[in-house]
């Protein structure tokens, strides 16, 4: 308790740049990797060794040689690097950053699910919890959901937890689809008319949508893709403004790696506060005390690593 004392006092009176050469120091001494997921604060984002997508970071955090893994983002993301890499030490530094629509599944509703449709088979986003990725066949990302469909024999999927995710995968697929009702509250906020506002305010602009946004938004949308997507899409294509349908943070590197570019938001309601949690404070004290790491019992661990494994075999673009 005492110790504890302490290290908030030491923080507390240090700047931000000493904070950050401390966790510097302490990535080093720890033998640890520091990731950051692309709606991180900027901060965050600036100090990571490696800032991606869901997908990105999963692979990164397995292929390390580090034997410590940092993962600035939500529990989920902590969890499936816990679940693919048991070896090594998984820290989230703030153990309260939840997703809501990865909760808003669970593993008994699942197995009711599949019990209605029994020839189907079950295509989980990774925002979900490892219980429920034990009860699926097979996970997939915004970045490779349609392709993960596609590559099934089966022509019956049961999609789970995000419905929107679902009907957008469902729009390009010919087999017949089943949805979770899960949401993402935050993509979910973004309305047709802010999009529109945005599209008239700026008549030059393209408009890129994250697939967890409801379907009225992608039908507005000139490019649909996951957050690193994102920066590919604005890296190569040859307009110079964009209107983003996704979490504020990607903004941070889209507008560093693209100085010359125009991006707008087009709700200030675009935040997820549980991606906003994670302070470099935060971090620091993670690294300190080891803690909170996380950890996934092991009979469930290896179901769920089945399914992220069976994901990760089908070769990206
Ligand atoms: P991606 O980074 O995989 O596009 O996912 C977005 C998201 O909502 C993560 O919580
Ligand atoms: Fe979950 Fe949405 Fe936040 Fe992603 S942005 S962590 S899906 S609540």
Redesign the pocket.
């Known amino acids: 308790m005492r110790q504890f004392y302490i290290l908030l006092k030491s923080s507390d009176v240090m700047t931000q740049d000493e904070i950050k050469k401390q966790i510097r120091a302490l990535l080093d001494e720890r033998d640890a990797i520091l990731l950051a997921?692309?709606?991180q604060r900027d901060e965050i984002q600036e100090l990571a060794d490696i800032t991606?997508?869901?997908?990105?970071?999963a692979i990164e955090a397995q292929r390390t040689d580090k034997n410590v893994v940092v993962y600035c983002?939500?529990h989920?993301?902590a969890e499936s690097a816990a679940i693919l890499s048991p070896e090594k030490t998984i820290l989230l530094p703030r153990e309260d950053a939840g997703?809501p629509?990865a909760d808003m599944v669970t593993a008994e509703g699942l197995r009711q699910m599949k019990a209605q449709h029994p020839g189907a088979v079950v295509v989980t986003y990774?925002?979900s919890s490892a219980a429920v990725k034990a009860e699926s066949d097979i996970c997939c990302?915004?970045?490779n959901a349609v392709k993960v469909v596609n590559s099934l024999e089966a022509h019956e999927v049961i999609l789970v937890p995000d419905e929107n995710l679902g009907r957008y995968i469902a729009s390009h697929t010919d087999k017949t689809c089943h949805f979770w009702k899960g949401f993402?509250p935050?993509?979910h906020r973004l309305k047709p008319e802010e999009v529109l506002r945005a599209k008239q305010e700026h008549p030059d602009a393209l408009f890129m949508a994250?697939p967890?946004c409801p379907p009225a938004i992608l039908e507005l949308a000139d490019h649909i893709?996951?957050?690193?997507?994102m920066y590919e899409f604005a890296r190569s294509d040859s307009s110079s403004k964009y209107i983003i349908g996704?979490?504020m943070g990607i903004l941070y590197r889209l507008r560093k790696e693209n100085p010359d570019k125009e991006f707008i938001l087009p709700s200030p309601r675009l935040i997820?506060p549980n991606?906003k949690l994670t302070s470099l404070e935060d971090v620091l004290k993670s690294l300190q005390t080891m803690s909170p790491r996380i950890t996934v019992p092991e009979d469930i661990r290896l179901k769920a690593k089945g399914s992220l494994d069976r994901m990760l075999a089908i070769p990206r673009d």
């Open positions: 997921h692309n709606y991606g997508d869901s997908l990105a970071l983002g939500v989920f993301m997703c629509m990774v925002n990302t915004s970045a993402c935050t993509h994250h967890e893709c996951s957050t690193s997507g996704t979490e997820c991606m």
